[in-house]
């Protein structure tokens, strides 16, 4: 059973997705609601949900105020809004889909089918990275196993050039291979590979050292990669990276 929080300003707008949610998609426990941002961030902080439906604006802050202070999301989302014109910009927090308000049933159905897809692929890809030790960072033939659509796939460590974040999902690129994109959030993955070659060097990148051409001064910085890819180097992390680099 996957939990979920419902965070809207409307409290009837609660009681109805509730009622939806009891009678159309068995696989959801609404665990808890809440009726404005501040209450919403302590409910996500208590509950633990996988997936929250939130309304947008809720008045002195709205939904994208809420997403912010909780980056790194840790769990799924899915707007619920009297307005499309969110859409674009609930993409880019990692938003996985939007409902407008009235909610249809169809809509709830395959928005919840894809939020459940999504969930359990990572929560599959979680339990064999734990359970199966070789396919972890401690492994003795140095592999990362990767979920594609027909299964598992063993890629080595050493070909993984970089990672980029991608909402909930992570890109990888490889020295030899063409990139893939997987399920999974990129601090998921920045635990599964080995620290003495990976190196996060912005929210949104892990770069494998080995494959770093070259890095260009500034504020931050950016580098250059093998490939001719350049990447930003966050000023926060600028320090651990260039200590990383005179190892």
């Not at 902080?45 to 912010?68: H, Y």
């Not at 996985?96 to 969930?119: C, M």
């Amino acid at each position: 059973m996957i939990k979920c929080v419902i965070i809207d300003d409307e409290s009837r707008s609660i009681s109805v997705l509730k009622k939806m949610i009891r009678q159309y998609c068995p696989g959801l426990h609404v665990a808890g609601t809440a009726g404005d941002i501040r209450e919403g961030a302590q409910v996500i902080k208590d509950v633990r949900p996988q997936l929250v439906f939130l309304d947008v604006e809720m008045p002195p802050g709205d939904a994208f105020e809420l997403l912010g202070a909780l980056m790194p999301l840790n769990f799924d989302v899915i707007l619920v809004t009297a307005h499309d014109s969110y859409a674009v910009k609930g993409f880019k927090y990692g938003v996985l889909d939007y409902l407008l308000k009235p909610v249809e049933i169809d809509e709830l159905k395959a928005a919840v089918e894809r939020a459940e897809k999504r969930i359990h692929e990572r929560d599959l890809n979680h339990h064999l990275n734990m359970v199966i030790p070789h396919l972890r960072n401690e492994k003795p033939f140095g592999k990362i196993a990767l979920r594609e659509k027909d299964g598992l796939t063993l890629f080595a460590v050493d070909d993984i050039a970089y990672c980029s974040a991608e909402g909930g999902y992570t890109r990888f690129c490889f020295s030899n291979a063409s990139p893939l994109v997987v399920s999974g959030n990129l601090k998921e993955f920045e635990e599964q590979l080995p620290k003495d070659i990976f190196c996060r060097i912005h929210d949104s990148w892990l770069v494998n050292l080995n494959y770093v051409k070259k890095y260009y001064n500034g504020k931050g910085g950016y580098i250059e990669m093998m490939d001719g890819k350049t990447i930003e180097v966050s000023v926060r992390k600028k320090p651990e990276f260039l200590s990383r680099l005179k190892q």
